[in-house]
Nanobody, 123 residues
Framework: VQLQASGGGLVQAGDSLRLSCAASGRIWGNRMGWFRQAPGKEREFVAS????????DYADSVKGRFTISTDNAKNTLYLQMNSLKPEDTAVYYC??????????????????WGQGTLVTVSS
């Protein structure tokens, strides 16, 4: 499995941004996740979804503002981010795991990672 994240940029507070993660390889049925890491902080969970849809999960800090989704035809994972806040500033990573019945908010569960894309939200 190979992952390539894109879509980051500099936006103002309240703006929207959509991140993409192009996936290749045997991705079907994997659990997909978005994580982020701000300077000087640990990598934290943002959202996760099963590749073939359904069963989404979100961090409390983004619930109601971010939406994770997949496009099976394009083999792409998305993270739609609305009402962005300065505290959302971070490098965002997409990840995948073939493991079942795990705590999918734990980055150690994921065995494939994209290279990260920087999101900067100015106040």
């Amino acid at each position: 499995v190979q992952l390539q994240a894109s879509g980051g940029g500099l936006v103002q507070a309240g703006d929207s941004l959509r991140l993409s993660c192009a996936a290749s390889g045997r991705i079907w049925g994997n659990r997909m996740g978005w994580f982020r890491q701000a300077p000087g902080k640990e990598r934290e969970f943002v959202a996760s979804i099963i590749w073939n849809g359904g069963s989404t999960d979100y961090a409390d800090s983004v619930k109601g503002r971010f939406t994770i989704s997949t496009d099976n035809a394009k083999n792409t994972l998305y993270l739609q981010m609305n009402s962005l806040k300065p505290e959302d500033t971070a490098v965002y990573y997409c990840a995948a795991t073939s493991l079942f019945l795990r705590d999918y908010s734990d980055p150690k569960v994921y065995n494939y990672w994209g290279q990260g894309t920087l999101v900067t939200v100015s106040s």
